[in-house]
């Protein structure tokens, strides 16, 4: 059974910036890609960013060049470096991943990260 964990989320002012880590156990292999989906306060589950085994990164347009997304070095652990929050960047920020590449988002979900942007 894949479980994923998030931390680093916290309260920030407009402006400001977190780093998130996430690390999934229970697979003794590599996926081939890990995400950042966050929830909002309106209960929608957003893609934030996704980076596959290889490094290539995708980001969502509201991403804006503002975040990072990075694979650790030790087996399926991911980051998101998020610079320049704004308050609409407030939600719950979870993590997931693809096995393979034909393989979809696994049924499991940690508790998330809470982040919230306010001055």
């Known amino acids: 059974q894949v479980q994923f964990e998030e931390s680093g989320g916290g309260l920030v002012q407009p402006g400001g910036s977190l780093r998130l880590s996430c690390t999934a156990s229970?697979?003794?292999?590599?996926?081939?890609?890990m995400a950042w989906y966050r929830k909002t306060p309106r209960n929608e589950r957003e893609l934030v960013a996704t980076v596959t085994r290889d490094g290539v990164e995708n980001y969502a347009a509201f991403v804006k060049g503002r975040f990072t997304i990075t694979r650790g070095n030790v087996r399926n652990t991911v980051f998101l470096e998020m610079n320049n929050l704004q308050p609409e960047d407030t939600a719950v920020y979870y993590c997931?991943?693809?096995?393979?590449?034909?393989?979809?988002?696994?049924?499991?979900w940690g508790q998330g990260t809470q982040v919230t942007v306010s001055s």
């Open positions: 997931n991943a693809r096995a393979f590449s034909v393989s979809v988002l696994y049924n499991s």
């Open positions: 229970g697979s003794s292999f590599n996926f081939y890609l």
